[in-house]
């Protein structure tokens, strides 16, 4: 059975409830937002998973790990609908959210929670930067680890790889160690932060790599394409100007 096997009823009114409440939560989160009730809106995000806590409390931890990148991604639109300059967007972002829930979440192949894995660390991380950006260097560290480590957690649950929580930890610790050192003089591209930026680009590229890898396709022309690519852009925003501000 699939490690990432999603905690949801299959039958009976706890089923019939799941998904209407799926259905209305996108539409609830807006009319909450546009009313100026954000902090509740937040709370109907975690309210949304309850059923991960509707077992013994000694399946809670591996339980919330699981959900991790759906409550990310959750309270991450929840803050780009509060933060959006006009109703137009505020309606793009419900619909974005709805799109996550009805259509990207459920799925469970490989590819597929890859992608929920990316769209976690990059809406996380932009929220984090957008809402925290003059926060503590301590807490964009903290917030920058966990996003990335449960991100990274995600992406290999469907994987059987053995080394899942090393690989983690390790993608993790890094993207902490990057935000220490470029968050002293944090520069921001828009609204994109430098260290979203540079740990975005190299999470596509290190996850492609690991993609191709299991699945047999990763040639050498292939692997030194992807670094040179990687790399390359990587260069680029790090030594860029263009129309950047400093925090």
Known sequence: MNRF?????SRGFSNIFHRLLVSVVPLLVYILVT???????????LLSKWRMLAVRPRHWPANIRANAVDIIVGLSLVSFIAQSPSQAW??????????????????SSNFLVSI???????????AVYVLWGRSSLLTLVIATWLICYLSAR??????????SSLLSHAWGYFSAALTWVLGHWLLYYGFMAQPMLI???MAVGLAALYYLQDTDRLSMFVRREIILIMSAVVVIILFSSWGDRAV
């Open 5 to 9: 096997a999603k905690i949801k009823p």
């Open 35 to 45: 009313m100026s009730f954000a902090p509740i809106a937040y709370v109907v995000v």
């Open 90 to 107: 505020r309606v793009v972002w419900a619909l974005a959210y709805g799109i996550w829930l009805i259509v990207i979440k459920p799925r």
């Open 116 to 126: 929920q894995a990316g769209i976690g660390q990059l809406t996380g991380l932009a």
């Open 154 to 163: 995600h992406f290999l649950s469907s994987f059987d790889e053995p080394l």
């Open 199 to 201: 740990l975005s680009v």
